[in-house]
């Protein structure tokens, strides 16, 4: 048995916990990180890397099918699932020395690769290893839900835990929930071959505005996928390669079974009642200061805070506590500047207020500029001009902005950075962008906000004439 005293024991080497870690180590912190599994946590392993790298698989299989558009004559794919596997696999490695232990190990973290959990309310025990730190960072995560659907126990399932590692092309591939995880897998596998159904409870992209969503889940209709929505599961069963999914809306038939209905965050054998450290079924309960209301030595970060679950979100959390840990300043997270995207091609993005929420808080003080793709020169010159820009304004300021189109996720950073510093629409409008850029949308939009008032404005006209008739 070893004892290491620290100033910050972190738990989790994921988005969160890697940045928390680094930041405080090369700020001079004694620094000790813990991960039981894999370095680099979901985003790197089986979440945001490998998705968006089958993504881009199933996005060169398509473009070949569509060149007749721009003059290409089109092709059928020669698809190898096999070799596309190993280009997420690649991917995967290639990334992964940056979350290496070598790398953390460099900035003087010391990394136990254990399990671990407190033995009281100040120390944790990791293998042989009891760490006594003067806080502790809560990064554990959140892994998938896996409701108690009859039949479920008897019958063979992917999750996104294992579905990167499938190298056989499922025949037909079933998904059961229609969420972020569930669409984008739906539209990566279906592009690379696959017969996709997806069964939503609810509404499949339910978080998303609700115009935009459906425009493209229409989309993802129209290239093969049955989306079906309103259907709960109520059990499945069969065995590998054919599977059978009943809803309240009928049965499904299918020879491979995702389940991507939602995430559970990671609390157990953390001993976290020994620590009295609150928690719930949303994850550990924290203020918007992210510490524990009932341990003030611990902190909590990423989907184990029970909010946004994005990466980014958590490298955001690991800003505002680094400030409280290291400097003891007040520090408390926001949530309304915090963007999202679903990365299917066209992609969806949103940032603060979608149009419903909007109009709930500002009533007629809201104004919603829309900006189509089809008006951008550059998505007509490449054949991309599906979708639109939705902007909620108020008093010349954007409170909200959805994106559904090509580079949906690039384009709504501008609005993420807006709506963060409070940047008048007039900067937006007003800045010089270079010509034919995607980016360009977002001028436009704002210049939408004032084209009304400037151009249909009698006044305006009258000032002009007079101008032109008296001013030398
Ligand atoms: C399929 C999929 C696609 C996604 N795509 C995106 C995307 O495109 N963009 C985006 O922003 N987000 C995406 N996400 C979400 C993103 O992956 C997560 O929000 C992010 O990984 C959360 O990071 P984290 O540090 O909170 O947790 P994690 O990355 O889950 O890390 C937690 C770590 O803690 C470790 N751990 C847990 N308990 C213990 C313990 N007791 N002792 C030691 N170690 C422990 C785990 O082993 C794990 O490595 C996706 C998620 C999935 C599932
Ligand atoms: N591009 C990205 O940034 C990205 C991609 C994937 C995942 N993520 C993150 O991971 C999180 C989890 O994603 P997710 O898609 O698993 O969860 P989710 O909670 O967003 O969606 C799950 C869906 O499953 C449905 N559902 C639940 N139980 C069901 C049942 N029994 N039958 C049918 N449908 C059912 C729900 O109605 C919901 O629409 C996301 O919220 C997001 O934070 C992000």
Redesign the pocket.
């Known amino acids: 048995m070893s004892l290491i005293k620290c100033d910050v024991c972190v ?9 928390v870690a680094a930041g405080a180590a090369q700020m001079g912190a004694k620094v000790v990180l ?19 790298a089958m993504l881009a698989a199933a996005k060169q299989a398509h473009a070949l099918t569509k060149g007749a558009k721009l003059g290409i004559a089109p092709a059928e794919p020669e698809i190898d699932f096999a070799a596309v596997k190993d280009h997420v696999a690649r991917t995967i490695a290639a990334i992964a020395p940056v979350d290496s232990q070598e790398r953390y190990e460099g900035f003087g973290v010391t990394v136990i690769r ?4 407190f033995t009281s309310p100040d120390e944790m025990q ?1 293998g042989d290893t009891t760490i006594r730190a003067r806080r502790f960072v ?7 839900l896996v409701p108690p659907i009859e039949g479920i126990g008897e019958v063979p399932f992917l ?3 294992s ?1 990167f590692d499938l190298r056989e092309k499922p025949r037909h591939l079933l998904v059961v929930g229609g969420g ?2 569930g669409i ?2 739906a539209q990566a596998h279906r592009r690379l071959g696959c017969e996709v159904t997806v069964i939503e409870g609810a509404k499949a992209l339910g978080k998303d505005d609700p115009e935009l969503a459906g425009e493209l889940l229409s989309m993802l209709r129209d290239e093969g996928i049955r989306i079906e929505e309103e259907a709960q599961v109520t059990s499945v069963s069969g065995e590998a390669g054919a599977i059978t999914v009943e809803t309240s809306k009928g049965r499904f038939e299918g020879s491979h079974l995702l389940l ?1 209905v939602g ?1 559970e965050v ?1 609390t157990d ?2 001993g976290l009642d020994v620590a009295h450290v609150k928690h719930d079924g949303k994850g550990i309960t924290v203020g918007d200061d992210l510490r524990s209301v009932s341990n003030r030595k611990v902190y909590a ?5 029970g909010g ?7 490298g955001y ?1 690991a800003g505002v506590i680094i400030r409280s840990i290291l400097f003891g300043l007040p520090s408390k997270a926001k949530t309304a500047h915090l963007p ?4 299917t091609d066209p992609g969806l993005a949103q940032v603060g207020l979608t149009e419903a929420q909007a109009r709930e808080v500002h009533g007629d003080a809201l104004k919603v500029i829309r900006a189509g793709f089809d008006e951008n020169d550059r998505a007509i010159a490449e054949g991309r001009t599906e979708g639109m820009l939705k902007l909620m304004a108020v008093k010349g300021r954007p409170v909200g902005a959805t994106i559904l189109g090509a580079e949906a ?1 690039n384009l709504i950073g501008v609005w993420a950075i807006a709506i963060a510093s409070g940047t008048k629409l007039s900067k937006i409008a007003g800045a010089v962008l270079p010509y034919p850029t995607l980016g360009e949308i977002n001028k436009r939009a704002a210049g939408n906000y004032f084209s009304a008032s400037l151009f249909d404005n009698e006044w305006v006209k009258k000032t002009v004439r007079t101008v032109q008739r008296w001013v030398p």
């Open positions: 738990i989790g080497a994921g988005s969160g916990g890697l940045s813990i991960e039981k599994g894999e370095m680099g946590g979901d985003c790197l392993n089986s979440g945001c890397v490998p998705s968006k254990e399990h671990a959990r990791a809560l990064a554990t995560g959140s892994r998938p999750t996104n835990e579905i972020p995880i984008e897998m991507a995430r990671v054998g953390l970060v990423g989907d184990a805070a946004l679950m994005f990466t980014h979100v958590a959390h999202w995207a679903t990365y996720g």
